[in-house]
């Protein structure tokens, strides 16, 4: 075997070696960092990443951090089809490397409900902090839970939807 022959075997085995011990697609994360302003959520549960003891603690600039998205769709409390900006669900759990089949999602108040898994990581679901490009009302604020229900009308069969504001906690289960 040639010089070059084996550094091609060598590298094509060190290449399988790194897709035995990290799944496909998949990246080193980085720790979780930590909140410097007002905490806005908290996850808990089953999550792998943590930035606290415990549970993984967001302010408003961790979230925008992990990427703005947009969801137009009309509520029950709104009128019209407002333009909704956040950050989707499904990106918030992947950062916290969550494992579970639900999450209890609790408001402010103690509102809360159990959404599946599936709902969050299937559907654009967003977690809204502004609406329209202005900050939440008040008593709407600091996240609200939007699904896309204009776009995906199938989720209106659902029974899991909790459209929670003023969402404070998600437990991973």
Known sequence: MSVRSHV????????????????????????????????????????????????????????????????????????GTPAWQGVRFSTVLDAVGANGATVVATALNGYSGEIGMDVIGDFPVLLATSVNGEPLADDKKPIWIIYPIDDYPELLERDDLLWAWQLATVDVR
């Open 8 to 79: 091609t075997v060598s590298r094509a085995l060190c290449l399988l070696m790194a897709s035995l011990v990290a799944p496909a697609g998949s990246a080193i994360a980085e720790p979780l960092a930590h909140p410097t302003g007002p905490v806005v959520l908290t996850i808990t549960g089953a999550i792998a990443e943590t930035n606290a003891p415990g549970k993984a603690e967001f302010d408003r600039a961790m979230l925008d951090a992990l990427g703005a998205d947009e969801v137009k769709t009309s509520t029950d409390w709104t009128e």
